[in-house]
């Protein structure tokens, strides 16, 4: 296709849409004007005479014209992110139309996919939170804005590191691999759920460090940019999202220019480190010398008094400014929006900066039935790093170093030099000051749509994206550093590349309708092809001739001076296969009457992914909405303001496995080898979640109290599986389509009120609870082990299975039976058992606003309950055991029944806790000073806190912990190693507009 | 609605349609790796070589490292020990499991990961031979697929295999008993007269490593067919002895200083007649791992620039080994050399004593670094090794670091400097020449006509060049005692000790389930490992062994 070709067809299109004339009744016109509440003209908003079939929307100014029949008396005007609103019009010709922006009312616009819907008049269960609902505090990407804020969707923080990924369930697991993340799509462009930070995973070059963290694929959207998110969470409403809808989809909707006079928004904030909100606890100086003394351990007291993680805790201030101007008039608006930020990590040498600009903007041409839309986001991030790993030995983690430190051993010695190891623990402060780990990415995310108003009714809209992004990563450790093998002595370097680039081409067609005066049909339907590659090399050294003497030390980084390594590693290149996506999809929505609302849904997706015998999926679903409170014998009801029952059905899909997987492949590791690494499979296809969803959504007492409360089963075959070859088979890993079923099954209740409404005082309160519960059924085969233990002597360990009739990742351990009596060694059994869940089952959150004058107090909670943990952390690091080897341990070893001289390492049930928790995520205090002066408009300063603190039983670290310990490619859940502890955040700011 | 917007919606949907259909047609395009085909047309015959180095490669995953083939042939038989030493050497209690004989199927990950690891060796050889390979090419792909057959079958007691170009998603069929030993042996006698008479390096399989093989397999036939009571065929046994008196002819000769054949210059080691290799500095011999033949049992302590991380303080032999030396006493640091049987060491070793005073051999008593000053554990007591290891392999206890008697039978190379033991240049040995010597002895005596005279001969002859006082007379085995130090088990032990083949020795001697230091009597199933349970889950032909 080409854009000559797209371009005549339209012009072909358009011409007939000109000649065309329309028939017109008796008619009577009405002009208007709609602002929000601040005055600001609202463009887009859509204006339709209820009863009848007709519509428009308004202009730049927010000026409208429409002729209607003369016997309608109602306008109903509606807009994404604003109430939809009602207006009489008899006996006018000219109204003034003030859009709410806010409240949890069911009129609410939210965005579907594709096209918009009042949540009113939605069939399937969809979340919308708007920017005025999202967290504040310090957020470094923006799924930290909705923690806690929608039901059934649990969002765990992998990595204290800022920006790191997060993992994120929506109605539990559906897929017994990794990949369980939902789908991101930001402005309707579809995100690859990767980055451009290279990977790097030293652990695969045989040294003791495993892969850092990933970024979070939302990183360079700017927070403040972001209008609203809305969470598509069953299949009526993902189903448009066909092949990747399973794990749910995420639509994150951009500010858009507004017309009107030239307006700055300007925002700034500082955060500072308040401490951590909890740690994994060790011996301080006085408990350690008690500890050795009581157990005859000599040469173990150095004198001093440390506390190792202070010491590579660092107290810098994070920064935050954004800036956002827009204007508009008759023929177009733009908005550019800057954003600069320095967040701190709490370890030392851990930051990430981020510098993003969005240009957006809006022109009108030909008269304007043709709307021109572009955006571009330029980002660019630095990231610091420290070694601090998921899946490291504790030979290779910063942390583990920091926990097993003697903390009677001074840092450093009488003469300022490190002490540069205690008990083969090498020294942490030493080993961060030797590690350098520097990953700068440059993003450019365009897209540009034009939208041709074809006739009334009907619209064409044509989307191009491309996201592009490309990183490099500088990675170095000194060799002056002790205990380190084998870097100790020659030092270490690492570079780094990697590039991403996907792009999105987009027809749509939205037709909307009365087909007569009850019924109302809204239609999409559109053509989608997507496309993404992915490319990322890197090269290693070791033995350097500096840096090997901590006495004589030179800044210049090994990364500066590659070439004087004794030893390059060959440079290392993958190039991903391209996946391509291909996809049709059409959406019919029928109204009757407002009361009786059908919504059927269909997409095809094609991808080369898939096996060569079904390259492509087909993804229906249905949903059925009855509004009860519009049914005469609840129309005068004083209890309910609204009530509605919604049911839906539908299939979606989840194809998160690497591309090439359906073929044979024969890669090299060097120049002498090559060998066959995947055993394709042609009829390898997408996982197929059939799911149901039953719905109520009430409001009563004039809508003072809303909410809903939803039902819901998924079902999930063909499970995609990446397991070893039938043998004889290469070293690689084949996927298979397990005729299994991942059953998940749960309830979700939500309620908001307006408690409080007084003329100075208000309290509003939202509550949601989540219950789900996941098991795996029809899986005719033996257990398959994962959750990898880590630690010294824990090697072959596992924690958790997956297994038939069980709970996905189910703990899966050796009983422990308590101590001996008489010697104190632990009894564990021999054979694993069934052990838990580590699914949390019940999920809730909780936030409250309380606003006096101009003084509000808002403060989000959010807990998880029903789940255990294991406490690898312990069980791997610091376990009483290494008390003997001269290393710190956890509090608390000491009378258990264990003894020092017998106590051992071993996994087992002793390391599983309950999980449960419930954690002050963010409390705001704000003050609104209004317009100020002449010039200042909306001032606002408010000072908030994040992650104040957290109720639970659980004795290791932050309980809302998910460190990845895959094993064979199975992930694993809620396993607790040496994580990077949650900081406890102060953030003061400012905003205001000019 | 009127019939012109029908029909304009129609006209527009349809010309949608038409602009965007056809786009792609979803062809899947690899970026980095190649397709079947493409490796064929791109690589050519060069690609067919550098496939067969793959298999060679996979070779150093299963041999090199102590923690895999090694566990299953050394750690389950009688002359290797991994005490668990209060939270070290734990490992989900798989060495004791090892040591005890109470594995289960998928308790122990070393037992599922040689599976894995051989079964690739068996299709990367395979595969060499569906790209259209010279007959030298071929015949060395089967001589590695036959190393990992034998291994498998003497394992795990079967074994799959595929033809070339099978399709993989398919279950292939399954070997056992005599079918699977006699396509192994078929195999090697086709591929032999391919091979090269004379090598490029030792690295090479040639015409005597198919021989060595070919003994193994005739050898081995009776007890690969009855685990339990392997009887032995006179065909067989004469095989045995002509490829053995072969290979006797061929220029193999008894190395001056045992050591030698394990030193970080033993790539032309005389009595080397196939093994992997390694370059020294390189620390791209990344699947080679053979710097933990010294890693894993030296003690934290052993070398002063990396104390306390200079061993990893595991593998250990039992006083019941030692003993089968039938020293008067034990070895010191300075032995004289008059005492017999140099493969016990303990002697100076230039380039390794004097760098960690690590002296090779069974390691016993007080050990000294490289300037002769004793050693301290880390609980600051001699580094004192003690044969005395608690029956429950679970030392605990003030001296648990000093318990176990150990073994160093690859020489340190310490040529990195003070850095690192990781790029050694260490030869792996895979067939070493006194093993064909005590191969034709045992079929010397295991033949219908036994000629245990000339059976002794060959030993006295081998004991002699060790330094060992000749045999009088030496049964094959005593069948109450496997440490019995006149048997012939017990010279093959003092000779091929963590050589890999101690377990086949005593399947094959009869002795593998009676009982010896640390292991009582055992059930006659766990003569075979069991087979990873998603493995036979995925192939129906592969039945689980008896017993799991």
């Not at chain 1, 027809?507 to 559109?526: E, F, M, P, Q, R």
Request: with cysteine; charged share 15%; glycine share 8%.
């Amino acid at each position: 296709m080409t854009i000559n070709r797209l371009l005549t067809r339209l012009a072909t299109v358009a011409i007939c849409v000109l000649i065309t004339q329309f028939a017109f009744s008796q008619t009577k016109t009405i002009t208007g004007k709609v602002t929000d509440e601040k005055g600001v003209a609202v463009q887009g908003a859509s204006v339709s005479a209820k009863g009848s079939k007709a519509g428009t929307s308004t202009d730049v100014s927010g000026a409208f014209k429409l002729s209607v029949a003369a016997d309608v008396n109602t306008l109903v005007i509606s807009s994404v992110g604003y109430t939809s609103q009602d207006v009489d019009i008899s006996g006018k010709t000219d109204v003034a139309v003030t859009l709410a922006t806010g409240n949890a009312s069911l009129n609410e616009i939210v965005v579907t996919g594709y096209s918009t819907a009042r949540k009113k008049d939605l069939t399937g269960a969809v979340a919308s939170v708007k920017a005025k609902d999202f967290n504040a505090g310090v957020i470094s990407s923006p799924d930290q804005l909705l923690s806690g804020k929608v039901a059934g969707m649990e969002i765990i923080n992998n990595s204290g590191q800022p920006g790191a990924a997060t993992t994120i369930k929506i109605r539990g697991n559906s897929s017994i691999r990794a990949g369980n993340n939902p789908l991101y799509v930001v402005d309707g462009v579809p995100l690859d759920g990767r980055t451009a930070k290279p990977p790097l995973d030293l652990g695969a070059n045989g040294l003791p460090f495993g892969p850092t963290p990933e970024s979070n694929p939302l990183l360079y959207i700017n927070p403040a940019d972001i209008a609203q998110i809305d969470v598509l969470k069953d299949a009526s409403s993902a189903a448009i999202y066909g092949s990747r809808g399973a794990n749910g989809v995420i639509l994150i909707t951009t500010k858009k220019a507004s017309s009107g006079p030239f307006r700055l928004d300007v925002g700034a904030s500082v955060g500072a480190f308040a401490g951590y909100m909890k740690r994994h606890k060790v011996l301080d100086a006085n408990e350690f010398r008690n500890a050795a003394k009581d157990n005859n351990l000599s040469g173990l007291d150095s004198g001093g008094s440390v506390n190792a993680l202070d010491e590579i805790t660092q107290h810098t201030l994070s920064q935050n400014y954004s800036v956002a101007i827009s204007q508009g008039n008759e023929t177009g608006k733009f908005r550019v929006s800057l954003l600069g930020s320095s967040n701190q990590g709490a370890l030392k040498k851990t930051s990430l900066d981020k510098y993003i600009a969005n240009i957006s903007a809006q022109y009108y041409l030909l008269d304007k039935r043709v709307t021109l839309d572009f955006s571009l986001i330029a980002g660019h991030t630095n990231e610091h790093m420290t070694n601090v790993s998921n899946t490291a030995g504790a030979g290779g983690n910063l942390l583990a170093y920091a926990l097993n430190w003697n903390p009677t051993v001074p840092i450093r010695n009488k003469s300022g030099l490190y002490n540069l190891n205690s008990y083969a623990i090498p020294n942490p402060v030493s080993v961060n000051d030797a590690y350098n780990d520097v990953a700068k990415v440059n993003v450019f995310l365009g897209n540009i749509s034009a939208t041709v108003r074809l006739f009334k009714g009907l619209d064409y809209k044509f989307l191009y994206a491309i996201n592009n992004g490309s990183g490099t990563r500088e990675m170095s450790m000194d060799g002056w550093i002790s205990g380190v093998q084998p870097i100790s002595g020659q030092g270490l370097a690492v570079l780094g590349d990697a590039t991403l680039t996907s792009q999105t081409f987009t027809h749509t067609l939205n037709y909307k309708t009365n087909l007569t005066s009850n019924i109302i049909l809204d239609a999409v339907a559109g053509y989608e092809y997507w496309k993404t590659d992915f490319r990322s090399s890197s090269i290693y050294a070791t033995g350097f001739n500096t840096n090997l003497d901590q006495s004589s030390r030179t800044s210049i980084l090994y990364t500066s001076m590659f070439q004087n390594a004794k030893t390059q590693y060959p440079l290392t290149t993958t190039v991903d296969p391209t996946v391509e996506i291909q996809s049709y999809f059409a959406r019919v929505n029928l109204n009757f009457f407002d009361k009786y609302y059908l919504t059927g849904t269909f997409r095809a997706d094609g991808s080369n992914k898939f096996g060569s015998d079904n390259k492509y999926g087909y993804f229906p679903s249905v949903g059925a909405r009855w509004v009860i409170s519009n049914e005469d014998f609840l129309k005068n009801s004083t209890v309910f303001s609204s009530l509605a029952l919604r049911g839906s059905w539908g299939i979606t899909g989840n194809q998160e496995f690497p591309a090439g997987a359906a073929l044979d492949q024969y890669g090299t590791n060097g120049y002498l080898q090559f060998s066959q690494i995947n055993v394709g499979n042609k009829t390898l296809k997408w996982e197929q979640t059939k799911s149901w969803n039953v719905g109520l959504d009430y409001s009563i007492m004039n809508n003072r109290i809303y909410g809903s409360i939803d039902f819901y089963d998924k079902n999930t075959s063909d499970l995609l599986i990446q397991t070893a070859p039938i043998q004889p088979a290469p070293a690689a890993v084949a996927f298979y389509n397990l005729p299994a079923n991942l059953i998940n099954r749960g309830i979700e209740f939500t309620i908001g009120a307006s408690i409080i409404q007084g003329p100075k005082f208000t309290w509003d309160a939202n509550f949601n609870i989540a219950y789900n519960k996941n098991k795996l059924t029809n899986f005719n085969q033996p257990p398959i082990l994962t959750g990898q233990i880590s630690g010294p002597s824990l090697s072959g360990a596992t924690a958790e299975a997956i297994a038939n009739d069980q709970p996905i990742d189910v703990y899966y351990l050796k009983p422990f039976m308590g101590f001996d009596k008489t010697t104190g060694a632990q009894i564990i059994g021999d054979n694993p058992q069934f052990s838990g869940d580590p699914n949390a089952h019940e999920i809730i959150g909780f936030s409250n606003t309380f606003r006096y004058g101009k003084f509000s107090l808002s403060f989000n909670m959010n807990g998880s309950f029903g789940f255990l943990i294991y406490n690898n952390t312990l069980n791997g690091v610091t376990p009483l055991y290494q008390l003997s080897k001269g290393e710190n341990i956890a509090t608390g070893q000491f009378g258990t029944g264990e003894q020092l001289a017998t106590a051992s390492i071993a996994a087992s049930t002793r390391y599983l806790e309950k999980g449960d928790y419930f954690k002050m995520r963010n409390l705001t205090f704000n003050y609104s000073f209004g317009n100020t002066g002449k010039y200042l408009k909306n001032l606002n300063a408010y000072i908030s806190a994040t992650n104040l603190f957290v109720i639970t039983k659980y004795t290791g670290g932050d309980p809302e912990v998910n460190v990845d310990k895959t094993n064979n490619g199975y992930p694993s859940l809620s396993i607790d190693y040496i994580p990077f502890p949650t900081p406890r955040l102060i953030t003061v700011g400012v905003n205001f507009s000019l | 609605m009127n019939n012109k917007n029908k029909i304009k919606i129609t006209i527009l949907s349809l010309s949608m349609i038409a602009i965007t259909m056809g786009c792609t047609k979803l062809n899947q395009s690899l970026n980095s790796t190649l397709t079947r085909d493409q490796t064929i047309t791109a690589l050519g015959a060069n690609g067919t070589q550098l496939l067969l180095q793959t298999a060679y490669d996979d070779l150093q995953q299963a041999y090199s490292d102590p923690g895999n083939v090694f566990s299953l042939e050394e750690v389950a038989a009688d002359e290797c020990i991994v005490p668990t030493r209060l939270g070290d050497w734990d490992d989900n209690g798989k060495w004791r499991a090892l040591k005890f004989h109470t594995w289960t199927a998928d308790g122990v990950d070393v037992i599922r990961n040689q599976f894995n690891t051989l079964n690739k060796l068996n299709f990367d050889a395979t595969n060499v031979l569906s790209f259209a390979p010279t007959k030298q090419q071929a015949a060395e792909a089967k001589f590695l697929r036959a190393i990992a057959l034998y291994q498998l079958l003497d394992l795990y007691g079967k074994f799959p295999i595929r033809n070339p170009g099978d399709n993989l998603l398919n279950a292939p069929p399954v070997l056992a008993g005599s079918d699977a030993i006699d396509l192994i042996i078929a195999d090697l006698n086709a591929a032999l007269p391919d091979l090269p008479a004379v090598p490029a390096s030792k690295a090479q399989a040639g015409q005597d490593a198919a021989k060595f093989l070919l003994m193994r397999c005739y050898l081995n036939k009776g007890a690969f067919k009855n685990p339990t009571s392997p009887t032995f065929d006179d065909a067989d046994m004469q095989q045995v002895i002509t490829l053995g008196t072969a290979l006797m002819g061929a220029g193999y000769s008894y190395t001056a200083n045992f050591f030698d054949n394990f030193s970080p210059n033993n790539s032309d080691a005389s009595e080397s007649i196939f093994a992997l290799p390694n370059t020294a500095g390189k620390i791209g011999n990344p699947q080679s791992n053979i710097q933990n033949r010294w890693w894993a049992p030296l003690h934290y302590n052993q070398y002063t620039p990396l104390n306390p991380q200079a061993g990893w303080n595991g593998f250990s032999t039992v006083a019941e080994f030692y003993n089968s030396f039938s020293l008067s006493g034990t070895t010191t640091q300075t032995p004289a050399d008059t005492l017999l049987d140099k493969r016990i060491g303990g002697r100076y070793y230039a380039g390794a004593t004097n760098q960690s005073g690590v002296r090779p051999g069974l390691m016993i008593g007080q050990q000294y670094n490289e300037s002769g000053a004793k050693i301290s554990d880390r609980k600051g007591n001699f580094l004192i090794f003690d044969p005395n290891i608690d029956q429950s392999l679970k030392e605990t206890g003030s001296t648990l670091e000093d318990k176990g008697i150990r073994i160093v039978k690859y020489v340190p190379d310490y040529s990195q400097g003070t850095i690192t033991y990781s790029a050694p240049g260490n030869w792996l040995i895979m067939f070493r020449y006194p093993d064909v010597v005590l191969m034709v002895a045992e079929a010397k005596m295991r033949a219908a006509t036994p000629d245990d005279a000339g059976a002794l001969t060959l030993v006295n002859n081998l004991r002699t060049a060790r330094g060992a006082a000749p045999l009088a007379s030496m049964p094959l085995v005593n069948t109450t005692n496997v440490y019995d130090p006149t048997t012939l088990l017990a010279e093959r032990g003092r000779e091929l000790y963590w050589e890999c083949v101690r377990r086949t020795d005593l399947i094959r001697f009869g002795v593998y389930l009676i009982s010896w230091a640390y292991k009582p009597t055992d059930d006659a199933h766990y003569i075979l490992f069991p087979l990873p349970s998603d493995a036979v889950a995925a192939n129906p032909n592969l039945k689980q062994n008896t017993g799991y």
